[in-house]
Nanobody, 123 residues
Framework: QVQLVESGGGLVQAGDSLSLSCAAS????????MGWFRQAPGKEREFVAV????????VYADSVKGRFTISRDNTENTLHLEMNSLKPEDTAVYYC????????????????WGQGTQVTVSS
């Protein structure tokens, strides 16, 4: 059974940092594209950052560029998101996702999803 389990969410103040992790199991994710997406109340799910299988190529949403860093450890089957200089508009449920195939930022193209972790940034 394929599982993606996110951890690390919480309540922080604007300007703080937070690290998210995603533990993958049930298949070999080393060749998969993986990514972080988020969904705020009343809004559609949006891409935050995606990374190719080797970690050599990353794409970031303009809203997080320069503040967030995505990385992966294929030996541990984990995905990470380092979030710095957090803003209230970063408040959302953050999801980890994976897909076999080419790098894409479209949520609908991802096959596997975690249950999400809440990130709340107070002003």
């Amino acid at each position: 059974q394929v599982q993606l389990v996110e951890s690390g969410g919480g309540l922080v103040q604007a300007g703080d940092s937070l690290s998210l992790s995603c533990a993958a199991s049930g298949r070999t994710f080393g060749s998969d594209v993986m990514g972080w997406f988020r969904q705020a109340p009343g809004k559609e799910r949006e891409f935050v950052a995606v990374i190719n299988w080797s970690g050599g190529r990353t794409v970031y949403a303009d809203s997080v560029k320069g503040r967030f860093t995505i990385s992966r450890d294929n030996t541990e089957n984990t995905l990470h998101l380092e979030m710095n200089s957090l803003k209230p508009e970063d408040t959302a449920v953050y999801y980890c996702a994976a897909r076999a195939g080419t790098l894409t930022t479209a949520p609908g193209r991802y096959d596997y999803w975690g249950q999400g972790t809440q990130v709340t940034v107070s002003s």
